[in-house]
């Protein structure tokens, strides 16, 4: 139902993790995978994670019908466009733009979405 595999190192990620495994604990939920995801830059070992391949985790968002895109190290996030490619529905959060009347999908006072994704004037990503 819900998928989620990231990092936790960043406040709306931890806050994200957090809501979805409360309401994992709650009466009548339905599935929620979470796979948190941690590296070793110092030791080369960027695969921390409980999520047994790259391929579980494709898998899994094949099966989910939701999975939250939050903020991430770059605007441009990848996982938006796996979530895409897997026919899961990206769930973002909009935050204001530094350009007025816009609003961002990476950080409060981000670029705005349209100069995050491509194709923008073809494809409505609202």
Same mark, same amino acid.
């Given at each position: 139902?819900?998928?989620?595999?990231?990092?936790?190192?960043?406040?709306?990620?931890?806050?994200?993790?957090?809501?979805?495994?409360?309401?994992?604990?709650?009466?009548?939920?339905?599935? $929620? +995978? +979470?796979?948190?995801?941690?590296?070793?830059?110092?030791?080369?070992?960027?695969?921390?994670?409980?999520?047994?391949?790259?391929?579980?985790?494709?898998?899994?968002?094949?099966?989910?019908?939701?999975? %939250?895109?939050?903020?991430?190290? +770059?605007?441009?996030?990848?996982?938006?466009?796996?979530?895409?490619?897997?026919?899961? $529905?990206?769930?973002?959060?909009?935050? %204001?733009?530094? +350009?007025?009347?816009?609003?961002?999908?990476?950080?409060?006072?981000?670029?705005?979405?349209?100069?995050?994704?491509?194709?923008?004037?073809?494809?409505?990503?609202?």
């Amino acid at each position: 139902f819900v998928y989620w595999f990231g990092s936790n190192d960043k406040i709306w990620r931890q806050t994200v993790i957090a809501q979805l495994q409360a309401y994992r604990q709650s009466p009548g939920a339905r599935q $929620v +995978v +979470v796979h948190e995801i941690g590296s070793d830059y110092e030791a080369r070992d960027v695969w921390q994670t409980d999520a047994n391949s790259p391929k579980l985790v494709l898998e899994e968002m094949y099966r989910s019908v939701f999975c %939250p895109i939050v903020q991430g190290d +770059v605007p441009h996030q990848k996982r938006l466009f796996d979530a895409v490619l897997t026919g899961c $529905v990206p769930v973002v959060v909009a935050y %204001p733009s530094h +350009v007025h009347g816009n609003v961002s999908w990476w950080l409060p006072g981000g670029p705005p979405v349209d100069r995050m994704v491509p194709f923008p004037r073809d494809i409505d990503w609202r």
